[in-house]
């Protein structure tokens, strides 16, 4: 009787995808909020996702970095291009179900195209 309930409870949770777009994004909304209030009580449940965010995407910026003319962000601190990928995911959500360095790209190359 208890692995049955057990069972159903398991259904009803749905796995988070870390590979998605909206994995990436809801880590990089709580990068913003501790950004923007670094002192509130609610910074130990945004630690986890903040780290990840900036790992991520100091990783991926530093790969792009050495592309010569993939995006052009040398000037650009990891927090300001941490919200303009946020601001990009919510005008465009229907990557959220595309794989997140989809989405990060697509906003990098939107805001830091090199000029020609």
Do not use: W
């Not at 996702?49 to 052009?72: E, H, M, P, W």
């Not at 303009?84 to 229907?94: D, E, H, L, T």
Request: with cysteine.
């Amino acid at each position: 009787m208890l692995a049955l309930a057990l069972g159903l409870a398991l259904q009803t949770v749905t796995p988070t995808d870390f590979t998605k777009g909206s994995h990436l994004f809801g880590s990089c909304q709580s990068a913003v909020r501790m950004m923007d209030n670094p002192s509130a009580q609610q910074t130990k449940t945004e630690m986890p996702g903040s780290t990840y965010c900036l790992g991520y995407v100091g990783g991926y910026i530093d790969g792009l970095n050495r592309l010569k003319d993939a995006v052009c962000v040398r000037d650009a601190t990891l927090n300001t291009i941490v919200r303009v990928y946020v601001a990009y995911m919510q005008k465009n959500p229907k990557l959220m179900d595309e794989g997140k360095a989809l989405g990060l790209l697509l906003a990098l190359t939107d805001a830091y195209a090199c000029p020609k």
